[in-house]
């Protein structure tokens, strides 16, 4: 791998060379692969990395002690060209979605014990709640993060409840992970996460899984406004949500069968 010119910024180089270098291993990778590569210090490297993690940029497995590209690198260039993804059209749902209910839209999905915020499009009604895309939230305090964790097959499901119970950042005590686990089985059950007052007082939220599952981890989508706006409404935005994901659903089975 050709190294940059000594004028560029070191940091930023670096930082290019890392996304380049898992375009090449495709795999995910320990600190010390990184650095014995790429000719990094392993302290300067582990740095980096875990900057590259806290920025949603890349993903880090506990269990292994690995990291890899993030849904949020995918994303970012999205734009230039066909993806082999459906992120496109979990995209243009979203806007659909934002359209109709003029309510903030956001795309979550999992990392480690957090969920990550990997787009977000923001409400046009007179009071609306914004939220940013790369914002993390811990799983167990995240409406988004219950929907994802409603997904996990039950063998999994514990272990991520225990990661995300073990990055609780709230000054009220954390549920038990029975009581969790619990809450997780009537989320799997109406197929929908709905909070109100959970991280804002002034605001709620609505999220429901994607029936489909990119290469990587799975997604989750949710509404977020004022919670005087779903008085009276949930069933109605409910409908708006599905109604998009089953589209969703058939556009990227669709989008599978002409590319066989």
């Known amino acids: 791998m050709q190294k940059p010119d000594p004028s560029i910024v070191k940091s930023a180089a670096r930082t290019l060379e890392i996304f380049e270098y898992f375009d090449e291993v495709r795999r995910p990778a320990h600190i010390q692969d990184?650095?014995?590569?790429?000719?990094?210090?392993h302290s300067s490297t582990g740095a980096l990395l875990r900057s590259l993690t806290d920025l949603g940029y890349l993903e880090y497995s506990i269990e292994d002690k690995t990291f890899f590209p993030s849904i949020r690198?995918?994303?970012?260039?999205?734009?230039?060209?066909?993806?082999?993804?459906?992120?496109?059209?979990?995209q243009q749902q979203m806007r659909e979605i934002a359209e109709a209910t003029q309510m903030t839209v956001v795309l979550g999905a999992r990392?480690?014990?957090?969920?990550?915020?990997?787009?977000?499009?923001?409400?046009?009604?007179?009071?609306?709640?914004?939220?940013?895309?790369?914002?993390?939230?811990?799983?167990?305090?995240?409406?988004?993060?219950?929907a994802l964790l409603s997904m996990e097959t039950t063998d999994r499901q514990p272990r991520l409840i225990a990661q995300a119970l073990s990055v609780w950042d709230s000054d009220e005590g954390a549920p038990r992970p029975e009581k969790l686990a619990a809450d997780l089985a009537l989320v799997?059950?109406?197929?929908?996460?709905?909070?109100?007052?959970?991280?804002?007082?002034?605001?709620?939220?609505?999220?429901?899984?994607?029936?489909?599952?990119?290469?990587?981890?799975?997604?989750?989508?949710?509404?977020?406004?004022?919670?005087?706006?779903?008085?009276?409404?949930?069933?109605?935005?409910?409908?708006?949500?599905?109604?998009?994901?089953?589209?969703?659903a058939d556009q990227t089975h669709h989008q599978i069968d002409k590319s066989r």
């Not at 969920?115 to 009604?125: D, F, K, N, P, S």
């Not at 002034?202 to 005087?228: C, D, E, Y």
Request: charged letters at 15%.
């Open 188 to 248: 799997a059950a109406r197929g929908y996460a709905f909070n109100s007052g959970l991280v804002n007082a002034q605001a709620a939220m609505l999220a429901i899984p994607l029936a489909i599952r990119t290469q990587t981890r799975p997604l989750a989508i949710g509404l977020a406004a004022p919670k005087n706006l779903f008085r009276g409404r949930r069933p109605e935005l409910i409908r708006i949500l599905r109604e998009a994901l089953g589209r969703l």
């Open 73 to 90: 690198v995918s994303l970012l260039g999205n734009w230039v060209g066909d993806e082999t993804l459906s992120l496109r059209l979990i």
């Open 111 to 146: 990392s480690g014990g957090y969920c990550h915020y990997v787009r977000a499009i923001q409400g046009t009604t007179p009071v609306r709640y914004h939220l940013k895309a790369g914002t993390r939230l811990c799983l167990a305090r995240s409406t988004v993060g219950s």
């Open 34 to 41: 990184v650095a014995l590569s790429l000719g990094y210090p």
